[in-house]
């Protein structure tokens, strides 16, 4: 068991170095202090204002949450929370509540069309291959039957690209209200930005994990039966699987889609566009999975912003 002294030792030097600018030295000496006695709620508190003097104010919330839970009644750890968060507060509101319903309608629309055209694209494909396979086993296929088949698919192909271009750019301006919507909602402690929010689909390598970190905090921080009377609680809810399950089809299916484009212009003969089309049924069919959660998704959100948005102005219900 640690004793007295020794805990006395290093939380006086973590002070001592904080007063000195040297942070990280104050850092270590406060995980010191924790490792030798894991329930002292002074250590996590100092923590968290070496957090705050480090920018890293998220941390900090974290720590100073935890010195409460240790020691409810620790009124310096209380007072630097609820400090805190208001600072945070002006730096995270880009304006009032306004409703995301008519987007999440247009994204819906857009998507439950881009199903339709997934699935037509998957029996139009199977046609393609039936095709390719009977003159592949020395059939009698006619022009008229190739130029059909080939007119057939491009207009299914151009009408899949027009569709799903603007299912995603509806997609992207609901997710910037539903983001921007949050702070109105009574959040604080936001890692992102609206702007970001749809900006990291872009960008390579962060496009692979950021924007599903941004649809979670957005899932998150709408719920509508978390307590209001803490602005930063919604952190701590637990993630949907439904959001896991939705960002993991989507990069495989985004990835084989790509796949599906070079298999198909280095394609020379026709057991390499039969084999291409086959690819390209399995993405169709991941499209469709994806299509359905995102609309899922959309929906469930923009429920619960609205349900959030009446329980604020309404707290009775």
């Not at 270590?28 to 250590?43: F, G, K, M, S």
């Not at 620790?74 to 009032?96: V, Y």
């Amino acid at each position: 068991m640690a004793s007295i002294d020794d805990l006395k030792v290093h939380l006086d030097r973590a002070y001592a170095y904080e007063e000195e600018d040297k942070f990280e030295e104050a850092l270590r000496e406060c995980e010191n202090a924790i490792e030798l006695d894991p329930n002292l709620a002074e250590a996590y508190n100092l923590r968290g204002i070496i957090l705050e003097d480090l920018d890293r104010s998220y941390e900090a919330i974290d720590e100073y949450r935890e010195a409460i839970r240790l020691d409810p009644k620790f009124q310096d750890a209380i007072e630097n929370l609820n400090s805190l968060e208001l600072d945070l507060m002006p730096k995270q509101s880009w304006g009032p509540f306004v409703s995301s319903v008519t987007r999440s309608k247009w994204v819906i629309g857009f998507f439950a069309l881009s199903i339709f055209l997934n699935l037509t694209a998957i029996l139009s494909t199977y046609g393609e291959i039936s095709l390719l396979s009977r003159e592949m086993e020395g059939g009698t296929v006619t022009d008229t039957e190739l130029i059909a088949n080939d007119t057939r698919q491009q207009f299914i192909g151009i009408t899949q690209l027009i569709v799903y271009i603007f299912a995603l750019v509806i997609f992207l301006m609901w997710i910037h209200r539903s983001y921007r919507n949050l702070p109105a909602l009574g959040v604080v402690g936001l890692k992102y930005s609206p702007g970001w929010a749809v900006g990291y689909f872009f960008i390579p390598i962060l496009n692979l994990f950021r924007p599903y970190q941004t649809v979670k905090e957005i899932w998150k921080a709408s719920d509508p039966n978390i307590d209001f009377t803490d602005n930063t609680a919604w952190r701590y809810v637990d993630t949907s699987p439904l959001i896991k399950i939705w960002w993991f089809f989507w990069i495989i299916d985004n990835s084989l889609d790509r796949f599906v484009g070079r298999m198909s212009r280095r394609a020379d003969t026709l057991k390499g566009f039969i084999d291409a089309d086959w690819i390209s049924i399995i993405s169709d069919i991941l499209a469709v999975i994806v299509a359905v959660l995102t609309i899922i998704i959309v929906r469930t959100i923009s429920d619960m912003q609205e349900n959030k948005s009446k329980r604020l102005t309404m707290p009775w219900m």
